[in-house]
């Protein structure tokens, strides 16, 4: 069974930084690209950074500077670093596993507000 377990949203004050890691079982961990994608309220999900299986990296623009994706084969985990959060940063995370199909967690919230 497959399994994507996003873990690490919470509420943070503007400039605040929070991690968020998306453990992942079923699957040859190594080979998938793994995303990470957000949806706010009343918006489309859009694609925040993803990082193949050589671990090159690609971010939106609007997290450029801010956000750092990772992973770890050995814990078939991949995180999400964010830091210097914003308020238009507040939205439901999600990773997602990309091989030949493609697999979606149950997301985390992350609010970012005073």
């Known amino acids: 069974q497959i399994q994507l377990v996003e873990s690490g949203g919470d509420l943070v004050q503007p400039g605040g930084s929070l991690r968020l890691s998306c453990k992942v079982s079923g699957l040859v961990f190594s080979i998938y690209t793994m995303g990470w994608y957000r949806q706010a309220p009343g918006k489309q999900r859009e694609m925040v950074a993803s990082?193949?299986?050589?671990?090159?990296?690609h971010y939106a623009d609007s997290v450029k500077g801010r956000f750092t994706i990772s992973r770890d084969n050995a814990k078939n985990t991949v995180y999400l670093q964010m830091n210097s959060l914003k308020p238009e940063d507040t939205a439901v995370y999600y990773c997602k596993a990309t091989y030949i199909a493609d697999y979606w967690g149950q997301g985390t919230q992350v609010t970012v507000s005073s």
């Open positions: 990082i193949i299986r050589g671990g090159s990296t």
